[in-house]
């Protein structure tokens, strides 16, 4: 083996270490991303003819293992969650819960060849953001951030960013308007009415 044929090995593994999308494999939060991504991709391959049942029963334990389902409802909701009860509270993340696994079979259960990628990870605070892409085809990618947050020692997606939309904004706009009309009762009944709509 020549020098130079080792100082070109040297030099390939150091970039390939150097790579962000490389270095993100290796990253507790980047692989929480990939075990959503890869079950997502599943579901899709399945196609809509998989009954709405399945899609979810395959999808809830995924879910609950890559999103802090707890900490998004209570950031969803806002400075009301402290003014319900233990009960309340527990019965919304339970709704949230649903809506978000429901929300997730709905909107994949199509493919037509996309694939999803890993960008890189970065550090803000005490969160990570997973720069992912969905690519389709011929489409323009969809850009996709994962906020993340460690939860009871595991990484755990707390808010998702399509092409600079804040999925947590949304929320909370529409649970706002939920519970000014009739607080944690009618956030409830509203998660279980859209989730039992998306289910059909």
């Known amino acids: 083996m020549t020098p130079k044929f080792v100082m070109l ?3 390939l593994l150091l970039m390939r270490v150097a790579d962000p999308a490389y270095a993100a494999v ?3 939060a980047a692989s929480q991303v990939q075990t959503l991504t890869a079950s997502l991709l ?3 391959q399945a196609g809509p003819a998989q009954p ?3 899609r979810y029963r395959r999808l809830e334990p995924v879910i609950h293992q ?3 389902l707890r900490l998004m409802t209570r950031l969803a909701v806002g400075p009301d ?3 319900f009860s233990p009960e309340q509270q527990n019965a919304l993340v339970a709704a949230f819960s649903r809506f978000t696994i429901a929300n997730y079979a709905h909107n994949f259960r199509d493919f037509s060849g996309q694939k999803f990628e890993i960008d890189d990870v970065v550090s803000r605070g005490e969160d990570k953001i997973v720069r992912t892409r969905i690519i389709a085809g011929h489409d323009t990618p969809v850009n996709l951030l994962y906020r993340m947050r460690e939860v009871d020692g595991a990484w755990k997606v707390i808010d998702v960013y399509s092409d600079g939309v804040s999925e947590l ?4 706009d529409d649970f706002g308007a939920a519970i ?3 607080g944690a009762p009618a956030l409830i009944a509203h998660l279980h009415k859209v989730s039992d709509d998306l289910l059909k």
């Open 9 to 11: 090995l040297c030099a």
């Open 26 to 28: 290796n990253d507790p």
């Open 42 to 44: 599943q579901s899709m």
């Open 52 to 54: 709405m049942t399945e």
């Open 66 to 68: 890559v999103i802090g």
């Open 81 to 83: 969650w402290i003014n």
């Open 169 to 172: 904004t949304l929320r909370r």
């Open 180 to 182: 000014a009309a009739g």
